[in-house]
């Protein structure tokens, strides 16, 4: 593969065999792709930039001079108040990663969009090339006389022996390629299709975040009464404490969610470090309050939790699987939403949960996410039962690792997700079930 990068104040440079009506046709076959057809704001920007680039026109190719050119902004429009080309860009930037995970466009010219950049990349697959002397040939050796008679046979004059080389390489190339599967079948191990799902967390070697849920309704007594409200209401229900006649004011209680984790979602957290740790590769783990899109607009992100990651809900939020509310019969559940088919309502847990509860639900989602150009890997529960049943799912090869051996060969260049259901069993998660997937 040949990779040529625009330069500034120079036209595009083409690999030998290519020109720019090669990247223009290209162009125009993207822009016609079910990707791109039915967004004018994503067309108008990849024509621009790619057209500018050909032009050798970098000066063209800023911020503020598109958002006017392109977008009808003033020409000297705030593009802080206005992040219409930033938008826009990540946009192109998704559909084009969309449009390339297809295999009848994997060998095409590629046109690629830079993370902070609005220079285009042109990426050229070399054309393969045929070995001489592989064609299939035939050999006619000369006549002549055999050394001896054959007595059970008449007398010929001579033989003529055929030597057919393609054949004999054709059968070679058959029996490499049989072996060659063989061997790919061998390797698709469930250690091997485990590895394969986090390759593309690994792959930048960067910092991966590991961002775990916290609870939204923590609070702690406060002011010169707090001892004695904890000796009063600070322990599990009881006839006594129910029946106390205790007001609390308002600013004797303080809103203290921040500082804790749900048991359950932290040792999913520690259970998906300790997989990244074993690999080998540097992570960060982090609650939500400590976690902003600054952070994890350039570093890959593991989400652990649902309902209480707000990160999770976002990521899954226009996903085929969605987490939802509903309430059926006056009951209000949270519940996982298939978008397909959203009559469907098995996969709920009522709220609140109590204690009484027999089996939970959990998404885990493996995404581009637009909004951050990196790759991001969800593993949450509509409880934490699920949540913590979802990190064993994504760290144990015995689980996600068989449920990938039967996905599409090509599942490694798409998006993914899963839906599990784990039985909860003396308050423990039981092994996660595959109840559905879904890869585009």
Not at 238 to 249: M, Y
Not at 399 to 410: F, H, R
Request: proline share 7%; with cysteine.
């Amino acid at each position: 593969m040949v990779r040529t990068q625009f330069a500034d104040a120079e036209p595009i440079k083409c690999a030998p065999g290519h020109d720019h009506a090669a990247v223009q046709l290209q162009l125009a076959r993207i822009l016609e792709s079910p990707h791109f057809r039915n967004s004018k704001r994503s067309q108008s920007l990849l024509r621009f930039v790619v057209e500018m680039s050909l032009a050798g026109d970098s000066n063209s190719l800023k911020e503020r001079y598109i958002g006017a050119t392109v977008f009808g902004r003033e020409a000297a429009y705030d593009t802080a108040q206005d992040p219409i080309v930033r938008n826009a860009a990540i946009d192109v930037r998704k559909r084009l990663a969309q449009y390339y995970m297809h295999p009848e466009h994997a060998s095409e010219l590629r046109i690629e969009l830079p993370s902070g950049s609005y220079q285009p990349t042109i990426l050229f697959e070399a054309p393969a090339v045929i070995p001489q002397g592989s064609e299939s040939t035939l050999e006619v050796l000369p006549l002549r006389e055999p050394a001896a008679p054959e007595p059970a046979r008449p007398q010929v004059a001579g033989r003529i022996r055929i030597v057919w080389k393609g054949a004999l390489a054709l059968a070679v190339l058959g029996l490499v390629a049989a072996a060659g599967n063989m061997l790919w079948q061998e390797q698709r191990t469930a250690d091997h299709e485990l590895n394969a799902f986090w390759e593309p967390l690994f792959r930048a070697s960067k910092t991966i975040q590991i961002c775990i849920g916290q609870p939204t309704r923590v609070y702690r007594f406060t002011g010169p009464r707090s001892e004695e409200l904890n000796r009063a209401l600070g322990h599990p229900s009881s006839p006594e404490r129910d029946a106390a006649q205790i007001a609390v004011a308002p600013g004797e209680i303080a809103w203290v969610a921040p500082e804790y984790l749900f048991l359950r979602d932290a040792m999913a957290g520690f259970n998906v470090a300790s997989w990244v740790q074993s690999r080998g590769h540097p992570l960060r783990l982090m609650s939500v309050a400590q976690t902003n899109y600054s952070l994890i607009r350039h570093e890959p992100l593991v989400t652990i939790g649902a309902f209480n990651n707000a990160w999770a809900i976002r990521v899954t939020a226009d996903l085929r699987f969605v987490f939802d509310q509903r309430t059926v019969n006056g009951v209000t559940y949270h519940c996982i939403t298939d978008r397909r088919h959203p009559e469907f309502a098995d996969w709920k847990v009522a709220q609140p949960a109590g204690a009484s509860m027999t089996e939970d639900y959990a998404i885990v989602t493996r995404v581009l996410d637009p909004a951050t150009e990196q790759i991001v890997i969800s593993a949450a529960g509509i409880e934490a039962f699920g949540t913590l049943s979802a990190s064993d799912f994504v760290t144990k090869p015995e689980y996600v690792g068989v449920a990938l051996q039967s996905a599409p060969k090509d599942w490694r260049r798409r998006n993914a997700q899963f839906v599990l259901g784990t039985r909860i069993i003396d308050g423990a998660p039981g092994p996660p079930k595959v109840l559905a997937a879904h890869f585009w």
